[in-house]
């Protein structure tokens, strides 16, 4: 049967069933990791939504760890995955390809991209900082549009998560752009001080498995294509508006975010933007609805409450700003850090 023939409660039942794997997993995933379940979190709610995600930390915090996993755990495929982590000596071929030197006799300027980020689905990049102004470019090109210039004329990517990791958040004007395009950042922190015996007995375990070439946290609970029906089921949903019978619309926002947990949005918003100067721009601000809609749905399957604006707490430039909304933005929630 394919999708056109579905029914509505066959597809909603579809979305309902992947939404349970979604969920299994990401608990899952959580078992395997010491005392980062929220970053889990963010992760796949940034996969649902399909917007890019950053995680900040010293060396040594888990954050290529938590995405390895993630990615293995999904059972993405080589062909489908691409990873690097960029130094400012990584060249664009290295990312995108190297010049096919038959076309360039033509006169074409086109790469060779099998294998590179241009044809991943998933993709990692560790360092994103680091990278070059011509690779810089081409992230924010791809990021924007879902697009690569090849010989001049673009061509759709394939991509669908790209999550990216840096040991700091620099604040240089000219990469103002690649951080607001990351509506969620985060911090990776030491875990050893509160999780001591826990961090020995999970290092170690993990390091028995590397060896053994054990994976257990490939349990196949759910795979990419979960995902990928999540956000389209978010999508399709995005697009519905009808007509209630006095002639009112009633779309998404109508029917998921109640009116007053979307004042408490727009309140805490104007909120940061006026005590503490966060700059929020009309796109993030669209892409934080969807987050917070992804959230809600993947939480509970459906209405955003107020314990989903916490997801507010992500959205500093810097990694002073990200400490300062970790500790704010539950005050003006009036909401306790454990609620995740």
Not at 113 to 125: C, H, N, Q, S
Not at 273 to 302: C, N, P, Q, T
Request: charged fraction near 30%; hydrophobic fraction near 40%; glycine fraction near 6%.
């Amino acid at each position: 049967m394919t999708d056109t023939e579905k029914t509505k409660d066959q597809k909603h039942d579809d979305l309902e069933n992947a939404r349970k794997r979604i969920d299994r997993f990401r608990l899952s995933l959580g078992r395997h990791i010491v005392d980062k379940q929220e970053l889990i979190d963010l992760l796949i709610i940034g996969a649902i939504a399909q917007e890019p995600v950053l995680l900040v930390g010293p060396p040594g915090t888990a954050k290529s760890d938590l995405v390895l996993k993630l990615v293995e755990g999904l059972g993405v495929g080589e062909q489908d995955y691409f990873e690097y982590m960029l130094t400012r000596f990584t060249e664009p071929s290295e990312i995108l390809g190297p010049l096919d030197l038959s076309l360039m006799k033509e006169g074409r300027y086109s790469r060779r991209t099998e294998g590179k980020m241009p044809r991943a689905k998933v993709v990692f990049l560790d360092e994103i900082f680091k990278s070059s102004s011509a690779i810089l470019n081409v992230l924010l090109t791809i990021l924007n549009e879902r697009k690569f210039y090849q010989d001049g004329k673009p061509e759709p990517v394939p991509l669908k998560l790209l999550f990216a990791a840096a040991n700091e958040i620099p604040e240089q004007a000219e990469l103002a752009a690649l951080r607001d395009r990351f509506c969620l950042k985060a911090e990776s922190r030491s875990v050893r001080q509160d999780h001591f015996e826990e961090l020995l007995d999970s290092g170690l375990r993990n390091e028995s498995n590397r060896q053994r070439k054990l994976t257990p946290w490939k349990e196949g609970i759910c795979s990419l294509a979960d995902l990928e029906l999540a956000h389209q089921g978010l999508m399709d949903r995005f697009a519905e508006e009808t007509a209630d019978q006095d002639g009112n619309t009633r779309n998404d926002r109508v029917l998921f975010f109640p009116g007053p947990v979307l004042a408490e949005f727009r309140r805490v918003i104007e909120t940061l933007s006026r005590e503490h100067k966060l700059f929020i721009s009309d796109r993030k601000l669209v892409k934080l609805y969807k987050l917070l809609r992804a959230r809600a749905w993947l939480m509970r399957g459906g209405v955003v409450a107020v314990e989903d604006l916490l997801l507010l707490r992500y959205l500093g430039e810097t990694l002073p700003e990200l400490r300062l909304l970790a500790e704010k933005v539950p005050q003006y929630l009036r909401v306790g850090q454990s609620a995740r």
